[in-house]
């Protein structure tokens, strides 16, 4: 079924093929060829200052403001937070198997996995700083400093 925001997932699709795109051209500079790639590195800048920065703004100023009524009235506003851990235990699954595999793999099989930790890392400080800046602040104002104490305690019994 096609809606109106069939272009905007295209849209999406395409910047994930520009950032595969740059992963390889960043991954694939050396000190050597550094100079003969300023204009790769220039596409890079363009796409991310002209086309990737202008999106997320659109989509604070247009996209948002009427998902943000529609989220409190028939979605579930923690979902997000639910989504990043599901992400995050294919990631942990990712890094278990390479790691499990480096000592018989090869360089790609290293690369693999230095790279599956960059983003495991930059995923869960991204993810901690949402829960320390949007979900505990509204627990602590919210809640009774007895409700705040079990939660803890529940969650202490679960690891
Ligand atoms: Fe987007
Ligand atoms: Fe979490």
Redesign the pocket.
């Known amino acids: 079924m096609s809606t109106p925001f069939d272009d905007f997932r295209a849209h999406?699709k395409g910047?994930a093929a520009e950032l595969e795109a740059m992963e390889q051209t960043v991954e694939a500079l050396t000190p050597r060829n550094m100079k003969s790639k300023a204009g790769d590195l220039g596409h890079i800048v363009h796409f991310l200052l002209d086309d990737l920065t202008p999106?997320?703004q659109a989509?604070e100023g247009v996209l948002y403001p009427p998902a943000e009524g529609l989220i409190k009235q028939h979605g579930k506003a923690i979902a997000p937070l639910e989504l990043e851990h599901r992400t995050l235990e294919a990631l942990i699954s990712q890094f278990h198997d390479l790691a499990e595999s480096l000592p018989i793999g090869d360089a790609e099989t290293l690369h693999s996995l230095q790279q599956v930790a960059h983003h495991i890392s930059f995923l869960v400080r991204l993810h901690i700083e949402k829960e320390e800046k949007l979900v505990l602040p509204l627990l602590e104002e919210h809640l009774s400093p007895a409700e705040q104490q079990g939660i803890m305690h529940r969650m202490h019994g679960h690891g």
């Open positions: 999406h910047i999106h997320a989509e």
